[in-house]
């Protein structure tokens, strides 16, 4: 199992974290915590999430770099989780 914690910047726009959020579960990632702030003296949000699966992140920062309105997508940590017999 995998838990990434990725760091994205989009356009602040009304649906842009729901189309994340959406493409992150249609990928099968699990959101394991979320933090979004509006970048100050900008029109940017800055929001951390970090994630879990059994599947590779590549799956998952590809679609959301498809998505209208990501700025920069980028791993910030990554590590495999011990699992449980």
Same mark, same amino acid.
């Given at each position: 199992?995998?838990?990434?914690?990725?760091n994205?910047?989009?356009h602040?726009?009304?649906?842009? #974290?729901e189309? $994340?959020?959406? @493409?992150? /579960?249609?990928?099968?990632?699990?959101?394991?915590a *979320? +933090?979004?702030?509006? !970048?100050?003296?900008?029109? #940017?949000?800055? $929001?951390?999430? @970090?994630? /879990?699966?059994?599947l590779?992140?590549?799956?998952? *920062? +590809?679609q959301i770099? !498809?998505?209208?309105?990501i700025?920069?997508?980028?791993?910030?940590?990554?590590?495999?989780?011990?699992t449980?017999?």
């Amino acid at each position: 199992m995998y838990q990434t914690t990725l760091n994205i910047i989009v356009h602040d726009k009304v649906t842009v #974290l729901e189309r $994340i959020l959406q @493409v992150t /579960r249609y990928r099968g990632f699990f959101v394991v915590a *979320l +933090n979004s702030s509006i !970048k100050p003296d900008s029109a #940017l949000i800055d $929001i951390k999430l @970090v994630v /879990r699966s059994e599947l590779t992140i590549d799956r998952l *920062l +590809n679609q959301i770099n !498809k998505l209208i309105d990501i700025v920069d997508v980028a791993i910030v940590k990554e590590e495999v989780l011990g699992t449980v017999v």
